[in-house]
């Protein structure tokens, strides 16, 4: 049987919060605590004391490890991770649709879809866990955290391949929209061609020269004085896609902290949400074989309300 269901037997979700792992490299560290004290500064020896006494941290078999075990280079150690101080975000996501193979969900801005950085219990993943009570549930795809809109899961673990290879073959159709500063050079419908390479801050991606490797159409829906109303179709799936190409065209989403320049705003701030959101998402189911289309319920703040929703039509 796999580790990772052996895993989840002797770890299992905890509050919605599935165990973490670690890879044990090789190196000179005399036990597993030494080299955990080292790899995870956040947690403090007597933290992971307190975990090993508990059971709560084990090796790739589920066997409990001691603060006294030797170091295995090129094992694993599964353990839960643990926030004292997570930031508050008070907003909430909206389940769409829900059987016995996906959830789909709306989520805010600001919301992560997994656990990452300061979040764990108010991501996404972790929030539905909890709410719809199923431990298998796993994201097919991500959106940024700064990003409203669908998000899909996939409930059963031998179901999943086929779902995420749909999205592989690019044979999911994604629609999202944003408001972004008016150019008279996007007002005709265009696909747009970049070449993405990540950035000297991890947390960025930039324009390079060479053979484009993303792709992206670009629609004009409506000229709101300097801003516009767009709807972006991408065929490529990159980090930070559809912010980057915007922003490369002259036009960067309204209120992106990272793109043209990082701007980003202190914690707890959520006066200028990204105005991006994944708007629809659809595909052929594979094992129904029946079209299946989602559409968000959330709208751009940036909008005005005469501006009309936007049909999803080509």
Not at 48 to 74: F, I, K, S, T
Not at 226 to 240: D, E, I, N
Request: with cysteine.
């Amino acid at each position: 049987m796999p580790k990772s269901f052996r895993q989840i037997r002797m770890l299992p979700t905890r509050d919605g919060v599935s165990a973490s792992c670690v890879a044990l490299p090789s190196g000179p560290w005399p036990t597993i605590l030494d080299f955990l004290v080292r790899r995870l500064p956040a947690v403090t020896r007597a933290d992971w004391l307190r975990r090993m006494a508990g059971g709560e941290v084990v090796d790739g078999e589920g066997a409990p490890v001691g603060p006294d075990d030797a170091y295995r280079p090129q094992s694993r150690v599964f353990y839960y991770r643990d926030l004292a101080d997570e930031p508050a975000l008070p907003f909430e996501a909206e389940v769409l649709f829900q059987d016995d193979h996906l959830v789909v969900a709306d989520k805010p801005h600001f919301m992560p879809v997994i656990p990452t950085g300061p979040y764990l219990q108010r991501s996404l993943l972790v929030r539905l866990k909890r709410r719809l009570g199923i431990d298998t549930l796993a994201p097919l795809h991500r959106i940024d955290r700064d990003t409203a809109g669908l998000v899909l899961f996939s409930v059963q673990p031998s179901r999943r391949g086929a779902y995420q290879t749909l999205f592989g073959d690019r044979s999911v159709d994604k629609v999202y929209e944003a408001v972004a500063p008016w150019r008279a050079e996007l007002a005709r419908p265009a696909t747009h061609r970049l070449r993405m390479a990540p950035a000297a801050e991890f947390f960025r991606e930039q324009v390079v020269p060479g053979e484009p490797n993303t792709e992206t159409r670009i629609e004009m829906l409506a000229r709101h004085g300097a801003l516009a109303h767009y709807r972006l179709r991408p065929v490529t799936g990159r980090k930070h896609q559809l912010r980057v190409h915007l922003a490369a065209l002259g036009a960067p989403i309204l209120h992106d902290a990272f793109y043209p320049v990082v701007d980003d705003p202190p914690p707890g701030d959520f006066s200028r949400p990204l105005q991006l959101l994944a708007r629809a998402i659809g595909f052929t189911d594979p094992f129904t074989g029946e079209p299946r289309r989602f559409e968000s319920r959330r709208r751009l703040a940036a909008l005005p309300s005469s501006d009309p929703e936007p049909s999803d039509a080509p």
